[in-house]
């Protein structure tokens, strides 16, 4: 469960956010504080940071010096930024409003940031997830392309997908009679349940089961299959925990013998643009290749994500 004793600006010390703090004219010189949270859990276990919400409590330089003088920033404006790191040299950034909720879960950290240019943004593990603004474009081509393909959607498995947004888009199509809903980590589906709003009368359908699992497990144990599969998972990172259900051997063994005849698999595929499609993309869209007759790649461009997103269909 997330850590209701945070306030609204308290993150835990491992969580990978870096957040910059920037204090505009009319000082002479512009003071730039770079709070980095990605502090190792090994020095500072169970400690926190504390984004100061009064001018006052923030101090220029060391004590409160700029250029040798004293200022007081008391009054002046200040703006607090979220950062990611896009790869090697490369980063994105944008301006927060608050920072609405954090926790820690046995498997990764969330925050649920309200930000200026695309409202609120679930974070896991230092890494966007979904934007209020345009999380409709991730989901609805995770979900839609497949659905609107199968001639009958009876019955869809989720692998992941615990802030319910991929459920919430299935459960549109009227066909839809069961949706198994499988995620390992319980306390994020809790969080996104509590949190996101916009997902709550999916959670609430009749036709979702929601299973708290490991989704190889879980496809393995049940001997019904399903007519269409959707990977909603994080990246295949080597050593990663999602590393192992996008192997040849995962989708030949586990996901085909859950298909119904005629059954639809369909995955997110991360990145996919000119350059970044070489991190992960083109890797899933040859492996499927591999397992699968008839293999199908798109992409859509995602304003939060900063790059183009892929999904492969097969």
């Given amino acids: 469960m997330p850590n209701s004793n945070h306030s609204p600006f308290r993150f835990p010390c491992h969580l990978p956010l870096l957040i910059f703090c920037a204090q505009h004219p009319p000082l002479s010189t512009t003071c730039l504080f770079l709070i980095s949270l990605s502090i190792s859990s090994s020095l500072c276990v169970g400690s926190t940071f504390e984004l100061y ?6 101090s220029c ?5 700029v250029n040798g003088k004293s200022h007081s920033l008391a009054g002046y404006r200040k703006s607090c930024w979220y950062e990611e790191e896009i790869e090697e ?9 608050s920072i609405l909720h954090t926790g820690a879960t046995q498997y990764q950290d969330i925050a649920l940031l309200d930000t200026k240019p695309f409202g609120k943004a679930l974070v896991i593990d230092g890494k966007l997830q979904s934007a209020e603004i345009d999380e409709f474009i991730y989901h609805e081509s995770l979900v839609h392309p497949a ?16 802030e319910g947004s991929t459920a919430r888009e299935i459960l549109r ?3 839809v009679e069961k949706v198994v809903m499988c995620d390992i980590d319980e306390e ?17 359908d009749p036709r979702l089961e929601l299973v708290i699992n490991d989704a190889r ?13 959707i990977g909603d998972l994080a990246d295949p990172i080597e050593g990663g925990p999602c590393y192992q259900l996008y192997t040849k051997s995962f989708y030949e063994s586990t996901v085909k013998p859950r298909l119904s005849p005629g059954g639809i698999f369909v995955t997110q595929a991360g990145p996919a643009g000119v350059f970044s499609h070489t991190e992960v993309f083109s890797c899933i869209h040859n492996t499927l290749r591999q397992v699968f007759k008839h293999v199908v790649a798109y992409s859509a461009h995602i304003p939060s994500f900063a790059d183009i997103w892929g999904w492969v269909m097969v």
């Avoid at 040299?89 to 409003?97: I, K, M, S």
């Avoid at 949190?195 to 709550?200: A, P």
Wanted: charged share 25%.
């Fill in 53 to 58: 919400r009064k001018m006052g409590d923030i």
């Fill in 61 to 65: 330089s060391n004590g409160n010096e």
């Fill in 89 to 97: 040299n490369l980063r994105w950034c944008f301006a927060l409003n």
């Fill in 147 to 162: 659905l609107l393909h199968h001639p009958n959607p009876k019955s869809i498995f989720i692998m992941g997908g615990g």
């Fill in 173 to 175: 199509h009227k066909t």
């Fill in 188 to 204: 994020v589906v809790d969080f996104c349940k509590s949190y996101l709003v916009v997902n709550r009368e999916a959670f609430c």
């Fill in 217 to 229: 497990a879980e496809l393995e144990s049940r001997e019904e299959c399903f007519d269409v599969i």
